[in-house]
């Protein structure tokens, strides 16, 4: 089955504790994204990444970093985590940027305490 | 700057009228065009998409939107609305010239359709 999987789907942590949220998609995309929901402020986008080893900045992209070293995974990864960025994230990919749909996973709710 | 906006936080219908989702955009050139919805705890879903042709775009489970190049809008219609399409719908736009991979959303207008 085509999809996008995220772990994990809860976090709670606190202020300042590293901590990574993986992705992974078996559709053979290119193209993946992160974004985070907030009430009120619908999606933004945090970073994408147009190929492996190619990644770069959304709207929001302070205090995330990204990797992509192989075509599928594309990990999010908080440093020093801050209460401003609980949030639900969602990580996407599709087949190339352009016209492409993209394809959701389920979302991380995370909270920073 | 690249935006889009939905001008209605809230829409509300009654079973078997029509709906409409408004969406405008800013783009710099000529866009891509995008619905998706969002059912409660799950992840965005696509609709509908609009690249070139026909201003009118047919999409998933009787959707259709129109695309208006002189009002920069792409709102989301369907003619006779069910209680199952309540949910939170997101308008995504992203402009073709570029060759970065940004994609806009809007903030989303929450769809209740009572019976």
């Known amino acids: 089955e085509a999809q996008v999987t995220q772990n994990p789907r809860y976090l709670i942590t606190v202020t300042g504790k590293k901590l990574t949220v993986t992705c992974s998609q078996n559709?053979?995309?290119?193209?993946m994204s992160w974004y985070r929901q907030d009430p009120g402020l619908g999606l933004r986008q945090i970073y994408y990444?147009?190929?492996?080893?190619?990644?770069d900045k959304g709207d929001v992209p302070e205090g995330y970093k990204v990797s992509r070293k192989e075509k599928r995974n594309f990990p999010l990864i908080l440093e020093s985590p801050s209460p401003n960025q609980t949030s639900l994230y969602f990580c996407?990919?599709?087949?190339?940027?352009?016209?492409?749909?993209?394809?959701f996973g389920a979302g991380t709710r995370l909270s920073v305490l | 700057a690249q935006s889009v906006a939905q001008p209605e936080d809230q829409v509300n219908v009654a079973e078997g009228n029509p709906l409409t989702v408004k969406c405008t955009y800013s783009?710099?050139?000529?866009?891509?065009l995008f619905w998706y919805v969002q059912y409660p705890n799950r992840g965005l879903q696509f609709l509908l998409k609009?690249?070139?042709?026909?201003?009118l775009v047919k999409g998933s489970y009787g959707f259709e939107a129109e695309f208006n190049k002189s009002q920069t809008s792409f709102h989301l219609k369907k003619p006779s609305a069910l209680v199952s399409d309540s949910a939170l719908y997101f308008c995504?736009?992203?402009?073709?010239?570029?060759?970065?991979?940004?994609?806009?959303f809007g903030r989303g207008t929450q769809l209740t359709v009572w019976p």
């Open positions: 783009v710099s050139g000529n866009p891509y």
């Open positions: 990444s147009m190929n492996v080893e190619v990644t």
């Open positions: 559709m053979n995309h290119e193209y």
């Open positions: 609009y690249i070139t042709g026909d201003n």
């Open positions: 996407a990919s599709s087949l190339l940027a352009g016209e492409n749909i993209q394809y």
């Open positions: 995504a736009v992203r402009d073709r010239g570029s060759t970065l991979g940004r994609l806009y």
